[in-house]
């Protein structure tokens, strides 16, 4: 069978609406700060593979999914883990959000989302901010988020979730606390 490749289709969420879902589907599945998200995505079916899917994506990270339950997430050679742990949240946010549309207008399409987008194309564009919404906000919920950083810093608050400090840097940024 031919695979038909389809690049992620934006909701058109608001940011809000998209952290919101993120953040709820964390404390239902009891995905907590620091939890690994490496057997996350195995629980759920999916793969991780180190290195590159060969189409673009030996710098970053990309998806390759078929299912919702049937997905392979590669991640970069060439970065830490605390940035994989960012991707791999946002490639998840590309199937979460994003997938179901695309099966929706065709049962034997099959996403593929990598860091390459075409830059003329505001859908595309728009998927990659809704992605990178849901990783910070599965990864680093605002409210318990922002009361770490305050009790012990941004530097803390990266180490105890799991994340780069240009994440948690930005989180922090965005939520207007230091």
């Known amino acids: 069978m031919i695979e038909n490749f389809y690049a992620p289709k934006a909701l058109g969420a608001s940011k809000a609406g998209v952290e ?8 239902k599945i ?8 490496e057997e996350l995505v195995q629980r ?11 189409f673009g994506d030996e710098e ?4 390759i999914a078929r299912e919702v339950n049937d997905f392979e997430i590669f991640v970069s050679r060439h970065t830490s883990l605390k940035r994989d742990r960012f991707t791999i949240a946002h490639e998840l946010g590309h199937l979460l959000l994003h997938f179901r549309a695309i ?11 990598t860091r390459y987008v075409d830059q003329s194309d505001q859908d595309q564009q728009r998927a ?17 988020f922002a009361a770490t950083v305050k009790k012990s810093g941004v530097h803390s608050a990266a180490i105890e979730y799991g994340v780069s400090q240009v994440a948690a840097d930005i989180r922090a940024k965005n939520l207007n606390v230091s």
Not at 103 to 108: I, L, Q, R, T, V
């Open 60 to 63: 970053s990270g990309s998806i």
């Open 103 to 113: 099966k929706d207008e065709d049962e034997h399409a099959v996403m593929r989302a």
């Open 20 to 27: 919101r879902f993120a953040e709820d589907l964390a404390k």
């Open 30 to 37: 009891g995905f907590g700060p620091g939890d690994s998200i």
């Open 44 to 54: 759920i079916g999916g793969r991780l593979v180190v290195g590159t899917s060969g």
């Open 128 to 144: 990659e901010w809704e992605a990178n919404w849901f990783a910070a906000a599965f990864l680093m919920p605002s409210t318990e």
